[in-house]
Every structure is written in structure tokens, then in C-alpha cells.
């Protein structure tokens, strides 16, 4: 018997804004940078590993207000985290890497030139992990938009080791650090598909050094 996401929707919602606003987030550099884009009019986008998406979307939830979007596989699931997503603020594309794409890439800048802060999963939604792939690229500079690297440190966490990201779930109460690294900036005007795969490869590079050592 398959569950109607309409109908356990609400449910989860309650149980996620519970489970969030008992985490005690804690950020540093680059919020006010946010900030400042924003009411300057300049678009921004978050790239998060897919690992990390429990944790950094309770951060935009309590930290951003919720003022989000995001893009959600076209799929039966996607349909759920998108019942949740829109309970608690964000706005959301639908789409996939391998269906509907480019549809959910145009509809994420439009959400973005209307003033929400963009997120994207860049290795999602099925991997490889940790290997950014080139729709955050491509979406931050056709949209103009500085491309923040964010990451998380829960200070209690489960991870899950046999799913393909090892998915982080903080555990309630716990304490969790937020690091936003430096923004990259894309110039305008025909990027080749060289200079897209370079730009990803220092996007996953940044999302690696923003998180520090120990």
C-alpha cells in the first residue's frame, strides 16, 4: 500500500520543524554578504552536498527563514519532500539531472530573481558522491549570481553508511556548525563546455576546503 504524500505530509512537517528548532546552529562568515546581495537584488545560490541536506535545510528554515528554493526529483518520493519543503517556506522545482533538468534549472532562476536564495544538491540526486556536477555552475552564471560553498558539522550525528551519500541525520538537541566558504563568481556571456567542467571542479573543490580540519 503506497502513502499519499498529501496526507502524511503535515505530519512530517510537525515532526521536521520539531526535530530542527531543537538544533542549536551556529554560523560565522558571509551571512551578512547574503544578506547584502539580496537586497541589493544580486541573485544567490547555495551549493550543499547531498549528505548534508537534513542539517542545512533546518539551518535555511530557521537561520534564512525559509525564504528558499530548491529543486526536487520528478519522482514519487519527490513529491513528498516537496509537500514538506513547501509547508515550511521554499519554493521548489521539479527535476533531475536525468529528466526535466534544464526545465527545473530555468524554474529554480526564476524563483531566484524573485528574491529567494537558490540550493542546490550538486552531487544529488544519485551521485557519484561528492562529485559536483555542472548544474550549479551553469545556473549561477546564467543567472548572474554568486555561488556560496556551504557545509555542516553536527556535533551528534547518525550517518547512514550503506546509502550512496552516507546521509547525515543530527541527532535533537545537538549543536551544529555552518561554514559558508568563499563565492565564486562566473563572468558572463557563452561559457564553453570546458570552462563548465573546470568551474565544477573548483566548486567541489571549494566545498571541500570550506568545511575545516579539526
Excluded at 36 to 44: N, S, T
Excluded at 49 to 75: I, M, P, Q
Excluded at 109 to 121: A, D, E, L, N
Amino acid at each position: 500500500m503506497r502513502l499519499d504524500p498529501v496526507r502524511i505530509a503535515p505530519a512530517l512537517t510537525f515532526v521536521y520543524r520539531l526535530w530542527v528548532r531543537s538544533i542549536r546552529y551556529k554560523c560565522g562568515r558571509h551571512l551578512d554578504t547574503i544578506r547584502a546581495c539580496l537586497d541589493q537584488g544580486r541573485p544567490v545560490l547555495l551549493a550543499i552536498w547531498h549528505e548534508e541536506l537534513f542539517a542545512l535545510t533546518g539551518f535555511g528554515t530557521t537561520v534564512l527563514d525559509g525564504h528558499l528554493a530548491t529543486v526536487v526529483s520528478d519522482s514519487r518520493d519527490g513529491e513528498l519532500i516537496t509537500q514538506v519543503l513547501r509547508r515550511i517556506g521554499f519554493a521548489t522545482a521539479r527535476g533531475s539531472s536525468t529528466r526535466g533538468g534544464l526545465k527545473a534549472l530555468n524554474q529554480l532562476r526564476q524563483h531566484m530573481s524573485q528574491g529567494r536564495i537558490g540550493v542546490i544538491t550538486v552531487d544529488g540526486p544519485r551521485g557519484p558522491r561528492r562529485q559536483a556536477k555542472d548544474g550549479a555552475v551553469y545556473l549561477a552564471q546564467k543567472a548572474g549570481a554568486l555561488l556560496f560553498p556551504v557545509r555542516s558539522r553536527p556535533s551528534s550525528v547518525h550517518v547512514f553508511e550503506r546509502s550512496w551519500d552516507h546521509f547525515q541525520l543530527p541527532l535533537p538537541f545537538c549543536g551544529c556548525e555552518v561554514f559558508f566558504g568563499d563565492p565564486l563568481e562566473f563572468a558572463p556571456g557563452k561559457m564553453s563546455s570546458e570552462e563548465l567542467r573546470l568551474g565544477s571542479q573548483r566548486l567541489g573543490q571549494t566545498l571541500h576546503d570550506a568545511l575545516p580540519d579539526w
